[in-house]
């Protein structure tokens, strides 16, 4: 068997190639909740065109850490509870992106975000989320 030479600063250049790989990729989060999309022959239903006023509107925030994992922030400080189409997902890069079910970066932690909903159809609590649903980010979810 052959001696491996070169000392300890060939090993402390491996260890740190080997850490500087690790850095570089997102942090994996909790999966979202996530509700069934109303499909016919393997497409997503119409969504109707037009739009409650006044819709739910705010800012997405997330945190890796939270249980919730990301929630929108509404003006005057109120967090609101989310629920997403199938096949969506979050990553953490290091701040939240949600990816839709083709893998597509739909929004990020800091942007606003319209919802076809109306402040007060739900709670907006973990228990009753609003969905993420209807003509949003750029597809047509309609929940099943």
């Known amino acids: 068997m052959g001696v491996l030479r070169g000392g300890p600063s060939f090993v402390a250049l491996i260890v740190a190639v080997s850490l500087g790989a690790c850095g570089a990729s997102p ?3 909790p999966p979202l909740r ?3 999309v109303l499909k016919q022959n393997g497409m997503p239903m119409l969504c109707t065109l037009g739009q409650p006023i006044p819709p739910v509107v705010g800012v997405l925030a997330g945190s890796s850490a939270d249980p919730e994992t990301v929630w929108l922030q509404v ?3 109120a967090r609101l509870s989310l629920t997403w189409p199938a096949g969506f997902t979050v990553r953490f890069e290091p701040g939240a ?3 839709n079910e083709n893998a597509k970066a739909v929004v990020k932690a800091g942007e606003t975000l319209q919802l076809q909903a109306r402040i007060g159809e ?3 609590t973990l228990a ?3 969905p993420v649903s209807g003509a949003v980010l750029g597809g047509c979810y309609p929940p099943s």
């Open 27 to 29: 942090v994996p989060a």
């Open 34 to 36: 996530t509700f069934s």
């Open 75 to 77: 003006a005057g400080g």
């Open 97 to 99: 992106v949600i990816y």
């Open 122 to 124: 739900h709670a907006g």
């Open 128 to 130: 009753d989320p609003y």
